[in-house]
């Protein structure tokens, strides 16, 4: 191994086992019902679930489950992806036929298919830059962003190292059209709100 190596074997070591101290520290404190945590780039974030959010989020899990089944869908389940200190509970997850956890007992970035998330205006700079940079560097093959307040969704297909090759925007109520993705299908925005 040589000392690149080393050191970025001991930065990653040290990423995962700081993320799970993290992650054990929140356990212990008193987050408020209804609100979703996660860690940034370090940075960890606490958001309130609204009812236009879940409605989104309710909406494309279930128009998923026509081809995946419930145990290959995640929603709010920890994920620790590439870059520093990443720790996200995804809004919605589709993960691989093979995908199994490791033996800590988590799901591993390399057998996500797909991601969506439900902007919030509190977290909104997170899902277009940090994380979708994470996303990218994960080869996460379909990342999809529904923004109920811009009342479009945004999807990123083709990974190139921390981007994507190509960005789609359709209008609350356009069909997205994933059917030439590993996804398949054709998801419907008429029903998602806005706010």
């Known amino acids: ?13 040290d990423n995962t086992s700081t993320l799970d101290e993290m992650f054990e520290r929140l356990e212990k404190m008193p987050v408020p019902e209804g609100y979703k945590v996660e860690i940034v780039e370090g940075t960890v974030f606490m958001s309130p679930q ?23 869908l995640k929603s709010d389940v920890r994920i620790d992806y590439p870059g520093h200190l990443n720790g996200f509970a995804t809004d919605v997850t589709a993960m691989a036929e093979s995908a199994a956890k490791t033996q800590e007992g988590r799901w591993r970035f390399e057998d996500v298919e797909f991601v ?55 209008a609350f109520g356009d069909d997205l059209d994933l059917t030439g993705t590993v996804i398949g299908l054709t998801l419907k925005t008429d029903e998602f709100p806005r706010d």
């Not at 191994?1 to 070591?13: G, Y």
């Open 1 to 13: 191994m040589t000392v690149l190596e080393d050191r970025i074997a001991m930065a990653e070591s």
């Open 116 to 170: 969506a998330e439900v902007i919030s205006k509190g977290t909104a700079a997170n899902d277009y830059g940090p994380k979708k940079t994470a996303y990218a560097l994960a080869e996460v093959s379909v990342y999809v962003i529904a923004d109920p307040y811009q009342g479009r969704c945004h999807i990123y297909t083709h990974p190139k190292g921390d981007d994507y090759a190509t960005e789609t925007k359709v």
């Open 50 to 72: 609204r009812d236009t959010r879940w409605e989104i989020i309710l909406d494309i899990v279930e128009q998923l489950r026509t081809k995946y089944p419930r145990k290959r």
